[in-house]
């Protein structure tokens, strides 16, 4: 039987053939961290050394709160700065570069074939690439800091086929979903999600990034995509070293298969407060609402921003709605500037907040009071995620959202395609 | 190896029932962590626990938030091991790395009743029961090393210290 993906580039690190089920030891390429870096450095003085094993792997992005937003943030970056500094890592990027997730690829870090662990759930994002990436916990990102070590099970592979192409006003948010709707939180968890199927070369890289980022929504360990000639060409002039792509052998063991068709998508919604509560829009049209956010990790890039531009382009957005649209990296930032997109949003009334992670953790720029309901491009509408415990966080795509901050009611995207 | 009674629960035994969240940030103490184990699902068990007892439950055991506290507070009740169908993946990461063993075997979970006495040996990977003896795939080397040493933390102490002490003679 053949390998799949995740067994060789798992295998290749640890030396050795190994299959799903086994437990390995391997030094990953690059360890990520974010603000939480300044409690993991209190983890780390606890191990009794005084430096980092490899400081070129360590990369540390602040974007959670940024900039700090209290004292408290603020002594949490002086601290990681100051860290930085003092191990001598290279790959340092401060408030002005944009989400961890995003910057990542866009720097040339997350490459076809390489080991990336993250101290955040969302690392499995990098995957998009033919990345093997996944999320760890604090205090095995300080003992991989001094270590350059980390123990990782082999996952089984669950295969989701792809076949079709998006009805106007639809995306890959629609579909990742719909497929944790139809399946539940749980479906891959331990589990590595492969995206494969005739549509999935068609997918752009910011699409195969939403869904990449969307499979820790389904519990896998990583999503990902074989990576193709489209994800070679992207990472051209960004990659900052060579790599080795793989991809699954024909006869690889997938442990189940899906298949979805994209032509016969509805927008989808996942309503409050699990991300696998999902129901087509038409379900809760008309719905009214307070807030709409067009950013994060899973939506923040130009395409998505385009997409909501698209719709806003001479509109305004309803006068009882305030809309966030943070930019999901400044490089995402600076060309929506350039092609005018930030203008239109702006224009239509939009408020543009810097890149980062904004409200979406519910740490600043923009809480929601009791009662209030939003429309978010993110990834989490866990209960008081966004602030008060009696808020409501929709999930939706940038489309669904743009539509529905002209509506000022829940609303469907198709009308405006 | 040490023998220890089954206690017996079903599917999806969540962090908010392992752990309630109104006590992550209010209670830092082992033996108080300890009291609170599992209190949302079965308040006997706090109470009546004794180290070398084993946890037998159903599919995705720990599912739900990432707190560390779900796997510590079993730890700290004397736990030896949680067996299940399966594990939540970052239950599972955080269990070994606080030195709590996890062991998945469908055939335990299918016959082991609340009560029964069982003995775990690691090694070998064996449950051994009047019902029969159960054969998981060992923890790998590496793995063992975690939990003997009590977890991560302790075990990577340990690992940095012996590798500087190599270095210097």
């Known amino acids: 039987m053949g390998k799949t993906l995740t067994e060789k580039i798992l295998g290749r690190k640890a030396g050795k053939g190994v299959q799903a089920g086994e437990v390995i030891t391997v030094s990953p390429d690059y360890v990520l961290s974010h603000d939480n870096s300044a409690a993991i450095i209190q983890e780390f003085k606890k191990l009794g050394v005084k430096k980092v094993r490899a400081p070129e792997k360590i990369v540390i ?67 998009a690439l033919g990345a093997f990436a996944t999320g760890i916990g604090r205090t095995e990102t300080a003992c991989t800091w001094a270590t350059d070590e980390i123990w990782l099970r082999v996952p089984e592979t669950m295969r989701i086929d792809l076949a079709g192409r998006f009805p106007a006003g639809l995306s890959a948010k629609d579909l990742s979903l719909k497929i944790i709707g139809d399946h539940g939180a749980e479906m891959a968890n331990y589990k590595a999600v492969e995206f494969a199927g ?13 869904l990449a980022n969307m499979s820790a929504e389904m519990g896998a360990k990583n999503g990902y995509f074989a990576p193709d000639e489209k994800a070679l060409t992207w990472l051209e002039g960004r990659a900052r070293e060579p790599f080795q792509a793989v991809v699954s052998d024909p006869d690889a063991g997938f442990e189940s298969i899906l298949d979805y068709d994209l032509s016969a998508l509805e927008p989808q919604l996942a309503c409050p407060h699990t991300v696998d509560n999902v129901k087509p829009v038409g379900e809760v049209e008309g719905k009214p609402i307070h807030q709409v956010l067009i950013g994060t990790c899973t939506n923040g890039r130009l395409e998505d921003l385009d997409e909501a531009a698209r719709i806003m382009r001479d509109r305004k957005i309803h006068p009882r709605v305030r809309v966030l649209v943070i930019p999901a990296s400044w490089e995402v930032y600076r060309e929506a500037l350039k092609s005018g997109t930030l203008a239109v949003l702006a224009d239509a009334g939009c408020v543009i907040l810097n890149s980062g992670c904004g409200p979406c953790l519910g740490a600043h720029e923009g809480i929601l009071a009791a009662g209030e309901v939003c429309v978010s491009t993110s990834n989490r509408n866990f209960q008081g995620r966004m602030g008060h415990r009696d808020s409501e966080i929709y999930l939706a795509s940038p489309a669904t959202a743009a539509a529905s901050a002209v509506e000022g009611k829940i609303a469907d995207p198709r009308k405006y395609s | 190896m040490s023998k220890g ?23 830092l ?43 510590a507070c079993l730890k700290f009740a004397g736990v030896q091991a949680v067996i299940a169908r399966s594990f939540a ?70 690992k940095l210290a012996s590798a500087s002490a190599a270095s210097k003679s």
Request: charged residues 25%; glycine residues 10%; contains cysteine.
């Open chain 1, 61 to 127: 992005v602040l974007d959670h709160i940024v900039p700090a937003s209290d004292e408290k943030y603020a002594q949490n970056h002086k601290s990681i700065r100051e860290f930085v500094a003092e191990q001598g890592i290279p790959n340092f990027f401060d408030i002005n570069s944009g989400i961890c997730h995003q910057v990542l690829p866009e720097q040339g870090f997350a490459l076809p074939g390489m080991v990336i662990v993250g101290s955040d759930s969302h690392t499995p994002s990098y995957g």
């Open chain 2, 5 to 27: 009674r089954v206690w017996k629960y079903g599917d999806n035994v969540n962090t908010d029932v392992l752990y309630p969240g109104r006590y992550t940030y209010q209670i």
């Open chain 2, 89 to 158: 993946r970052i239950y599972f990461r955080n269990a070994i790395n606080l030195g709590l063993p996890v062991i998945q075997s469908e055939e335990a979970c299918a016959s082991l009743e609340k009560g029964d006495e069982v003995e775990i040996d690691f090694a070998r990977g064996e449950i051994r029961s009047p019902r029969g003896t159960f054969r998981f795939l060992p923890l790998p080397e590496s793995v063992i090393g975690i939990l003997q040493a009590g977890g991560l933390l302790e075990y990577t102490k340990k």
């Open chain 1, 198 to 210: 005739p549509a999935a070369k068609d997918l752009s890289v910011g699409a195969r990034l939403t």
């Open chain 2, 29 to 71: 103490a082992p033996e108080e962590m300890a009291r609170h184990a599992l209190e949302d699902l079965d308040p006997d068990f706090a109470a009546n626990v004794r180290p070398g007892d084993v946890i037998v439950a159903g599919k995705n055991f720990g599912c739900g938030s990432s707190r560390e506290q779900a796997a």
